[in-house]
């Protein structure tokens, strides 16, 4: 079992930037990729950012490259979201998730993929 925590939302304005973060417990000795998925009112959940265990790999949703970096510390059980140039269709709950743990593999980018999940952080960008 891992557990997720996010932390780091909170409310913006337009062309701020902000770093979310997720710290994992558990069985963190093992190996397994991480990602962000948000989700905006009234709409579905979304693959946002995904990182592999060490780092080399990545991959980002079209609507983010070029804005957003995923990264992670192993050291310190966790994985950051930054993210620059917010724009008001940035606003979502922020989700952390991780896979089943022994993956070495690149980040996956749908949900069904990850077995943990975290509570979410709000993150608003204001106009």
């Known amino acids: 079992q891992i557990q997720l925590v996010e932390s780091g939302g909170g409310l913006v304005q337009s062309g701020d930037s902000l770093r979310v973060s997720c710290a994992a417990s558990?069985?963190?000795?093992?190996?397994?990729?991480m990602a962000w998925f948000r989700q905006a009112p009234g709409k579905e959940r979304e693959f946002v950012a995904g990182v592999n265990w060490s780092g080399d790999s990545t991959k980002y949703a079209d609507s983010v490259v070029g804005r957003f970096t995923v990264s992670r510390d192993n050291a310190k059980n966790s994985a950051y979201l930054q993210m620059n140039s917010l724009q008001p269709e940035d606003t979502a709950v922020y989700y952390c998730a991780a896979t089943h743990p022994i993956y070495s593999g690149p980040p996956y980018a749908t949900d069904p993929r990850y077995d943990y999940w975290g509570q979410g952080t709000q993150v608003t960008v204001s106009s």
């Open positions: 558990g069985r963190t000795h093992s190996v397994y990729a």
